[in-house]
């Protein structure tokens, strides 16, 4: 792999895995095998940039169609195993993260595990800063209601 693919790789990563994040949550409604699908979609692109990246193509759309071809199995899949010793405390924040929108989970993710700024999502999300901060703090309201 070139230096070039790894770094439009990263590219990709930066500007869509949240996204991917959120869709894959919404799909599988659990963060670690939605964490398991993100980085098996990824493990691909690298061999997969010319259709992700060519002129006629969509990365967004590449990416989800990617995922797709890897939840095919999810019914039949590998279920990640939770740890006998996991808080109630995380299972009660999964469970929150779980009841947001889509767009909120991207939100959230995006600023609580990514550190991404709300001006960069923002640009991803094609949507102003303000309306970015106003998702974000919907997520954080829904958190704190339960």
């Known amino acids: 792999m070139s230096s070039n693919d790894v770094l439009v790789t990263r590219a990709l990563y930066y500007r869509y895995s949240s996204w991917l994040l959120g869709y894959l949550m919404e799909v599988v409604k659990d963060y670690e095998q939605a964490q398991y699908y993100l980085i ?66 991207v939100v959230f993710c995006g600023v609580y595990y990514y550190q991404k700024s709300t001006a960069i999502l923002a640009l991803e999300l094609n949507k102003t800063d303000q309306e970015v901060k106003q998702i974000l703090k919907d997520a954080f309201i829904m958190i704190k209601n339960g």
């Open 40 to 105: 098996e979609v990824f493990k691909d692109v690298p061999h997969r940039l010319d259709e992700l990246t060519g002129t006629d193509s969509n990365p967004w759309m590449g990416l989800q169609t990617m995922a797709k071809g890897k939840l095919v199995n999810f019914d039949n899949g590998p279920r990640l195993r939770k740890p006998n010793n996991a808080t109630d405390e995380r299972l009660r924040f999964d469970s929150y993260v779980s009841a947001m929108t889509t767009e909120q989970q």
